[in-house]
């Protein structure tokens, strides 16, 4: 095995002429980078959501960790497809797809499809709000008769 060294930013900067603010950067991505892989691991809960962000229509898919309440990935859209990108984005974490057990998500059709196509495994939970809003809507078309 080699020699191994310890030397400080700055005599490092010295060493091979490169500016110590260079070095730190270059530092602080790899160390970010590295705790990012170390905290994605242990994700096992997602929520997905849409959000509009702008008008006519243009959404966002959110996809945030429940145990921390972090937004951990957003994409452009709410089709089936933002599943397959968040797939994608796991995988260039070197983690799997069956590594999300569990989605709590809304009933739109295009979640549901994607979520079945790329995570089949995991269990899905639809959230409270979209489950009251269509107990009432149903509710309210019994009383209507």
Do not use: C
């Not at 530092?27 to 994700?43: M, S, T």
């Amino acid at each position: 095995m080699g020699k191994s060294y310890i030397m400080s930013v700055s005599a490092m900067s010295r060493e091979i002429s490169e500016p110590d603010n260079n070095l730190w950067r270059v530092i602080k991505h790899y160390v970010n980078q590295g705790l990012n892989h170390r905290k994605h691991r242990y994700l096992q809960r997602i929520a997905v959501d849409e959000k509009a962000y702008k008008k006519g229509h243009e959404y966002v898919s959110i996809f945030t960790d429940l145990n921390t309440g972090e937004v951990v990935f957003v994409t452009p859209g709410r089709k089936k497809e933002v599943f397959e990108e968040f797939k994608n984005w796991l995988l260039s974490l070197g983690l799997e797809s069956n590594h999300v057990p569990l989605f709590s998500m809304d009933m739109s059709k295009s979640y549901q499809a994607g979520r079945e196509q790329y995570f089949p495994k995991s269990e899905v939970v639809f959230d409270r709000f979209h489950i009251k809003k269509l107990l009432n809507e149903l509710l309210d078309k019994v009383r209507r008769r």
